[in-house]
């Protein structure tokens, strides 16, 4: 992996606009959306921080290409049943860790705090997010795509449940 | 609104700084400095996203010009009884949308942490900012200030009551 | 103090780019490595904001060099005895307040998400930054030390036990 100190002040910058657009998608925007911010030949995986470190593979979320991204958006938008809920995603303590091959390992911190209607507002699912991001090669010129999301999660408790991806 | 390539790095940098010191008067400052953050002719609103997503214009807090601050920082200072209370502001996902006629619109995530005396760290108020800000033009150079600040709060439910501004 | 004009926007990112790596270090790294991130004669300490604003010295951990830092984590390695445990450092609203004689004042804001065996994420710890930085003069280019670093924590209520610095 290449040096932190190749890496410059703006890829942590580029990082956080990225994860800050994606989380805007998921709290406000229109989930239809989320897959633009991924890779075709993505993966996207909400895994338990015990699960995790024991280097078990069974996560909460598991969706393999944007195919299956899709699955996932259609069992929010057509299949479950659940209420209305306001979600702010609260994004923190971005790193880029390096680049190799053009591949970009990032993390960062979350907490995505869930209100239920007439219910406080709690903390829904909090902990890290790893990630590798690349270069969109579609001639686009819409810069970082997701090429691969794990969420560990702190808690095996979840409150209620898991609706939306985090 | 102008492209957001148009913008640049350092804009959300700036932006960040301006909501930092924000919420360090309120936190940890003199509220009568509050006003200082805003425009003589400006907007601040509270408002839950019940009624945010419904068009409903009813805010729990509502003020225009620094005038109306001035009667909220008067409600905190002079009239109003209530305990002492330690607030952290945690704000995150900070967003350039755009600028355009010199007015920058921008949106943040917050989470406002309330502590009253001998109880737990409870969340008061979480949910977005959004915000148009624009450069002082008063000869003084103090950078941007908020021409207008709604904060968009998850929960309808209010645990105790929101003294200060959030 | 230097006036903040003169700090410019890269000081921020960097202070940042510490701040996530000690937050790593404590919530997934090696507790060992916890001491590189401070000066020889550093001073750290974790202080309720009651105690902090009434001018009261006592602190609920405090140590001097890096002798009482290893003293601490003799403790938490050899000698507590505690659950394991999920930490998840939220830092935000890191200000850079001025340089002087090449010592950098800072403030950021923490929140301290903890989660034990089956039980939802908490609150354990939120509140304030105090931290003095200066360049490591070690020869070994690696950038900004902590000299010293004061947490100044909203609740004078601690849910069961603080076992991490924080």
Chains 1, 2, 3 share one sequence.
Request: proline residues 2%; charged residues 20%.
């Amino acid at each position: 992996m290449a040096t932190k100190a190749g890496i410059g002040v703006k890829a942590r910058l580029e990082v956080e606009d990225l994860l800050y657009a994606y989380a805007d998608c998921l709290d406000h925007g229109d989930i239809n959306q989320w897959t633009d911010f991924f890779t075709e030949d993505c993966t996207y995986k909400l895994i338990s921080k015990e699960n995790w470190d024991l280097g078990l593979p069974l996560g909460t979320i598991f969706a393999e290409g944007r195919g299956g991204l899709l699955d996932r958006i259609a069992s929010v938008t057509q299949t479950s049943v659940y209420h209305e809920r306001a979600l702010t995603h609260m994004i923190s303590n971005t790193r880029v860790l390096g680049v190799e091959d053009g591949v970009m390992e990032i993390t960062a911190n979350y907490a995505v705090l869930e209100t239920l209607p007439n219910q406080y507002t709690k903390i829904l699912n909090s902990g890290r997010y790893l990630a590798k991001l690349v270069r969109a090669g579609d001639g686009a010129g819409e810069g970082l795509k997701i090429k691969e999301l794990i969420c560990v999660y702190d808690s095996a408790l979840v409150p209620a449940s898991i609706i939306y991806p985090v």
